[in-house]
């Protein structure tokens, strides 16, 4: 059945109406490109508001005893690290993240307090290889709930952090134990070498799918956000029929509790191998669906000397973050960014002379690149019209980028698919971008899109962008599709 022009009007008033409430601002770039045939573009770009801006954490206690949180007088240590993630709230959501597993807890709230009274939110680690390592070290410093098992905290203190910080304590994170499961496996059977013989393995395997149902089921509850990194996966280890069924309970899992899990790659894998993964990272976590994104740890253990990393490695992999419409990009370790000691598990290493933790040169080049990123599909270095680039990013969190929709002369568009960024789902990113192409002429042809509800933008194939194509929008709008 037909719907009345009249009401038709009415759902496009009432849908600009969601996009002003959701925050979006439409504005016009004019982008003019230097080409040899002296040609211009004029852009489109549909960008975010700040509440939807990608999520920046900045690891700053991993469990040391020589920690940030196991620190005595750290106030100007936290000042100055506090000082430095401000300069980039202009642009970006920035949080800190640590693992609570140091045995005095005053030492943890009190950096929680401090960070959360001068509106940096936090993420806590509850269940990570960190976990397991460190809290396997024989130091009367750090006191993981299960360190067996890599659990950090208890259900309970979980519970209480949430209570006491509400809307600071932004998420949760579970780290690396696909990879640490992967490691005592082989500890078990063909390289025991892989592990310390002090350490005390679980008999069983690492990774438990309870666990990370338990965890995401707290986030969903409680409107947060799990990230989910690890650098060992599937795509990258395909002779490994158990990581392939660790990732079909992480898919479930997601489905289960969606919009609730951020998924990321960490490209610290070992053998250097993460180097020639910065184009194809994404690949990997991508699969996970009703996910809330996707996401990337940037760290400086990429290279053989964390310490010194060249910086243009970690902003060449923020910039792919960024490319790639990641929700979070995380960074560590702490001492690479900041005037602070290299982790170390000495006790006697608690109260340090000489470290302020100011910013080094690593942060300031890494604020300057991140103020700077212009996220863009491309050049059109030949005078045609560039097909509309995919967005792994999702409209139900982190920074929603509305691929750029290039015009030429004649108000010509590559009219494309009308999922743009490609979630399974007509949402207000996908509207914003339909409404930039409405009542133009399409460049391409509606044949090269499935004719589906979340197909061809030019649904009828009459080579525009016209009322009968928004009626079908109208239809599909918030459902899911194939």
Not at 163 to 173: A, E, M, P, R, V
Not at 311 to 327: K, V
Not at 369 to 392: A, K, M, Q
Request: charged share 25%; net charge negative.
């Amino acid at each position: 059945m037909k719907k009345d022009p009249i009401f038709v009007v009415f759902l496009v008033i009432l849908l600009l109406a969601l996009i002003v409430g959701a925050g979006f601002v439409v504005y016009l770039r004019d982008n003019s490109r230097n080409k040899e045939d002296g040609g211009d573009t004029s852009v489109v770009s549909i960008v975010a508001e700040k509440s939807d801006k990608l999520l920046l954490v900045f690891n700053i206690d991993q469990g040391f005893s020589n920690g940030l949180v196991n620190v005595t007088d750290n106030e100007t240590m936290m000042k100055n690290i506090t000082d430095s993630l401000k300069t980039l709230q202009s642009e970006y959501e920035v949080a800190i993240q640590i693992n609570p597993i140091h045995k005095d807890k005053t030492k943890t709230t009190k950096v929680l307090d401090y960070f959360a009274s001068n509106n940096i939110p936090f993420y806590l680690v509850v269940y990570s290889s960190d976990t397991f390592t460190l809290g396997n070290t024989a130091n009367s410093v750090v006191s993981p709930y299960d360190a067996k098992r890599g659990v950090s905290v208890s259900d309970a203190e979980l519970s209480q952090y949430k209570t006491k910080y509400g809307d600071k304590f932004k998420g949760i994170t579970v780290f690396e134990v696909f990879s640490f499961d992967f490691t005592i496996r082989v500890c078990k059977t063909t390289n025991p070498e892989w592990c310390d013989s002090s350490w005390d393995l679980p008999y069983n395997s690492f990774f438990r799918s309870e666990y990370l149902d338990k965890y995401a089921q707290f986030a969903s509850k409680n409107d947060m956000t799990l990230f989910f990194a690890d650098w060992y996966w599937y795509k990258f280890q395909s002779s490994d029929t158990t990581q392939k069924s660790y990732e079909v309970k992480l898919n479930t899992i997601s489905q289960k509790y969606p919009n609730t899990i951020v998924v990321g790659y960490d490209n610290n894998e070992p053998d250097n191998a993460s180097h020639g993964r910065v184009g194809t990272w994404q690949d990997a976590v991508s699969f996970v669906s009703k996910k809330k994104g996707i996401g990337l740890s940037d760290q400086a253990w990429i290279c053989s000397d964390e310490t010194s990393c060249d910086i243009d490695i970690i902003n060449q992999w923020a910039d792919s973050a960024l490319t790639n419409g990641a929700t979070i990009l995380s960074f560590e370790p702490v001492w690479y960014f900041w005037n602070l000691p290299k982790g170390s598990m000495s006790e006697s290493d608690t109260v340090l002379s000489g470290y302020d933790a100011k910013a080094k040169s690593t942060f300031s080049s890494l604020r300057d690149n991140l103020l700077s990123i212009s996220i863009d599909t491309g050049d059109d270095t030949d005078g045609d019209v560039p097909d509309v680039e995919d967005d792994e990013d999702e409209d139900t969190g982190g920074e929603d980028i509305v691929p750029d929709i290039y015009l030429d002369e004649d108000d010509e568009v590559v009219c494309g698919e009308i999922d743009t960024n490609k979630d399974s789902k007509l949402s207000l990113v996908d509207f914003a971008a339909f409404v930039k192409i409405y009542g133009k002429t399409c460049s391409d042809s509606s044949s090269d899109y499935v004719k589906t509800a979340c197909g061809a933008s030019d649904l009828n194939g009459d080579g525009k962008i016209s009322i009968i194509d928004f009626s079908s929008f109208v239809k599909g709008y918030n459902k899911e599709c194939e």
